[in-house]
């Protein structure tokens, strides 16, 4: 039997140091008016870059907002046009990712990435955007970044509990690509060896936090599960989410952790092959427990409450969430996704035979 698969990447650049490549890499593209985009964490490395850049450099951001509100997007955009940036060149975590997609979907120019979460964001050709407290999401190669550097030096400095709540939202990245409609050989394949990776690094980095080679490791498998992310259609644990940063503005990595074993505990019943596989990763009896439990073991979140999440409004998601389209093993059922937003929230143990 054979199976026809298109994928859509960026151009990679994976080493330590790679950031040096950066001026190369825009000359490549033929770039002279560039827009700088960083998070406070990254900081220090836009400083560098800036410097380094010079008068290539026409307009900076150096804070970004999470799930991209059109209010914070849109002045930034509007200047862009206004000096003809013709690349926008982020560097941080997913947010600042985010609004540079943002910025290229908007102004039609290309995006160049340098991540220093696990994010995964830079691997893909899906955008989101916040308008009115509802989250967008779409698909569009104009997003996908030309280019991608991967310098593993950058997460050198990362903390713990930020490493570890962005490496489980890069699991649920790969999680939810095994279970979806359109899945790929290739993206399996991808899946299975991120979550391997990040199972293995992030207890990793809580044993030495400084390991450069786990930190290689896990920048390695935030590019696997960005690919999955990108070529894969995401199920109800990514609507569940984008419902919650858009209503609630909670923090995206936490709630993805905290989230991710009640929704893979909902599709089990539906896609027990591929779950019975993150399973089988994990070393656990179920993928249900082994999220959970891997979550807990490295400090990342296992509680909805813990990040502000309003459990009184969980009726008012439920209707978000029905009202909306998307492609998951179990169709929707009020009741149970009621009791999985309740389970995230109150972040206990699942059951071994979930």
């Known amino acids: 039997m054979s199976q026809l698969s298109t994928a859509h990447t960026p151009r990679v650049v994976?080493?330590?140091?790679?950031?040096?490549?950066?001026?190369?890499?825009?000359?490549?593209?033929?770039?002279?008016?560039?827009?700088?985009?960083?998070?406070?964490?990254?900081?220090?490395?836009?400083?560098?870059?800036?410097?380094?850049?010079?008068?290539?450099?026409?307009?900076?951001?150096?804070?970004v907002v999470m799930h991209v509100p059109d209010e914070f997007s849109s002045p930034i955009t509007a200047k862009a046009r206004l000096l003809d940036i013709d690349l926008v060149v982020t560097i941080g975590g997913g947010s600042a990712t985010g609004l540079g997609k943002i910025v290229a979907l908007d102004c039609g120019i290309d995006l160049l990435a340098i991540p220093t979460t696990y994010a995964g964001s830079e691997m893909t050709t899906i955008w989101g955007r916040t308008h009115e407290s509802k989250k967008i999401t779409g698909r569009s190669l104009a997003v996908l970044p030309k280019t991608t550097i991967y310098d593993p030096e950058l997460t050198y400095s990362l903390p713990l509990a930020i490493s570890a709540n962005s490496g489980m939202n890069a699991i649920a990245h790969a999680v939810e690509a095994l279970y979806a409609p359109d899945v790929t050989p290739d993206v399996k394949a991808s899946a299975i060896e991120g979550i391997e990776i990040f199972a293995v690094g992030l207890r990793g980095i809580v044993t030495d936090i400084y390991s450069p080679s786990a930190r290689e490791q896990l920048l390695r498998g935030s590019m696997l599960c960005g690919f999955a992310l990108s070529n894969s259609t995401m199920g109800i644990h990514h609507k569940i989410c984008h419902t919650l940063g858009g209503m609630f503005d909670l923090p995206h990595a936490q709630m993805h952790s905290a989230?991710?074993?009640?929704?893979?505990?909902?599709?089990?019943d539906f896609a027990s092959e591929q779950l019975n596989e993150v399973a089988k990763v994990l070393q656990a009896p179920s993928?249900?427990?082994?999220?959970?439990?891997?979550?807990?073991?490295?400090?990342?979140?296992?509680s909805l409450r813990n990040i502000g999440y309003p459990i009184e409004e969980s009726e008012k998601v439920a209707d978000v969430i029905e009202a909306a389209t998307f492609a998951n093993p179990r169709p929707f059922e009020r009741t149970a996704v009621v009791d999985l937003l309740r389970k995230a929230y109150e972040g206990s143990r699942p059951d071994d035979g979930s």
């Open 259 to 268: 989230v991710l074993p009640w929704a893979a505990q909902y599709n089990q």
């Open 14 to 63: 994976f080493a330590n140091g790679a950031i040096d490549q950066l001026a190369e890499e825009i000359h490549l593209l033929h770039k002279a008016r560039i827009l700088l985009i960083s998070d406070e964490s990254a900081s220090a490395h836009a400083a560098r870059v800036k410097a380094e850049l010079g008068s290539l450099i026409r307009q900076t951001v150096t804070s």
């Open 287 to 302: 993928a249900a427990l082994g999220l959970w439990t891997l979550a807990k073991d490295i400090g990342a979140e296992t």
